[in-house]
């Protein structure tokens, strides 16, 4: 093969698209050739910038801008889209950036300020003196607990003593007023008789049968 | 059965927005690149992207699912408006200049990196040198091709020419836009 047949080829070698003889022939031809072996190699290079080439993506607004045309509506966006324009976007600008510093150094003063109570604070967080709170409290209701419990039995203890007394005086006081008490006489005294009213009733229907 | 193309389409003329945003979302990145590697300019490509996709609802009814995919009909609108503009204003500037890459939003590089966007745009200015040196059909089949990563098949179906062509002018292109870049090179003393 001469080197203008080999050029006519070299594109389908490199792409490997020749048949197989062709292939061989192509490769001899090749290892004897330099000038065309060097023209190979340019050709394989510049094919590597062509496919290396950048893919650019068009901006949403052509997007738009199309289908206003159209169909004479707006894209359709994604929740992405929206939570983009509305809040990523509006932070990412100097004056949030600035916003964030400033809060940030405040942030810094203050902790820093905050420092000693916060490793008191901190110890007292600490799952073992929490713990050991937590039983103190505990310990500290159940006592609480048992001594109104005493409280409440003594207060009963002492009503019902107080009621007795009351009730035993209150007996004591009555027997010595000396009030005739139904079924008993005093001596001398006759019984009188109640007079009946006169009744339809017979006093046998109360007696039980 | 219809492929989700053809589906989104019957949708589109039932008078289904969301169908047509949806292939508007699908498309509008591959037209803008293809406009801005013909035209080498933002502006430019915006508005073609514009006028295309605008181009291509005024006549989804005169799209026939059995003469090719809706992608290889989308992107014939597409070439022959390019094509249209290139008439227009006689200028065709392949791939853009470095001071019109800055800024703009790279799909491969989320955070942009500027020693990569220097090398991008160094490399790309290059490429677009070279380009702009080649005959108009040997570039269009080297963007469609190298920079499009389109099929033979595909590229012949767009041009409207026989696969065998599109072949000899992919490889003609190549050979000749390798021995300018070479060239440039060695006066410039620079590697790409």
Not at chain 2, 118 to 131: K, T, Y
């Amino acid at each position: 093969m001469t080197c203008p047949t080999i050029e006519d080829r070299l594109s389908e070698y490199l792409e490997r698209s020749l048949a197989r003889e062709e292939m061989e022939q192509v490769a001899r031809h090749l290892h004897e050739c330099r000038s065309c072996a060097a023209l190979l190699d340019e050709m394989r290079s510049v094919l590597a910038v062509c496919q290396s080439f950048p893919v650019y993506e068009p901006d949403n607004a052509l997007i738009d801008k199309i289908l206003v045309r159209t169909s004479g509506r707006r894209r359709t966006r994604s929740l992405r889209e929206w939570a983009s324009q509305y809040f990523l976007r509006p932070m990412l600008t100097p004056r949030f950036a600035m916003g964030a510093v400033l809060t940030a150094l405040f942030l810094v003063l203050v902790a820093n300020f905050m420092l000693p109570r916060v490793s008191a604070v901190a110890s007292a967080l600490a799952p073992s003196e929490i713990f050991r709170t937590m039983d103190r409290g505990v310990q500290q209701i159940y006592g609480g607990g048992l001594k109104l419990y005493d409280k409440k039995n003594e207060w009963q203890e002492q009503f019902t003593f107080y009621k007795n007394n009351l009730l035993n005086r209150l007996g004591f006081m009555i027997e010595r007023l000396d009030v005739p008490v139904e079924g008993k006489k005093k001596p001398g005294e006759t019984q009188q008789q109640p007079e009946k009213a006169p009744s339809n009733e017979s006093s046998l229907r109360l007696l039980p049968a | 059965m219809l492929s989700g193309d053809q589906k989104l389409v019957e949708r589109c003329l039932q008078g289904d927005d969301a169908a047509w945003e949806a292939i508007v979302k699908m498309y509008a990145k591959r037209i803008y690149n293809l406009s801005y590697r013909y035209t080498g300019r933002m502006d430019e490509a915006e508005d073609l992207t514009q006028d295309i996709l605008v181009r291509v609802y005024q006549n989804l009814n005169s799209f026939r699912a059995d003469a090719g995919s809706f992608q290889s009909w989308i992107l014939k609108v597409g070439r022959n408006l390019i094509i249209d503009h290139y008439r227009q204003t006689r200028r065709f500037q392949p791939v853009a200049g470095s001071e019109e890459m800055e800024g703009m939003k790279i799909e491969d590089d989320k955070i942009p990196n500027p020693h990569r966007i220097v090398e991008q745009n160094e490399a790309s200015r290059f490429l677009g040198d070279g380009l702009r040196s080649l005959a108009p059909e040997l570039k269009e089949a080297i963007i469609l091709r190298d920079l499009e990563g389109m099929a033979y098949q595909e590229i012949a179906d767009l041009l409207g020419i026989p696969e065998g062509t599109v072949k000899s002018r992919i490889n003609r292109g190549r050979l000749e836009l390798t021995r300018l870049l070479s060239k440039r090179r060695a006066q410039m003393g620079m590697q790409i």
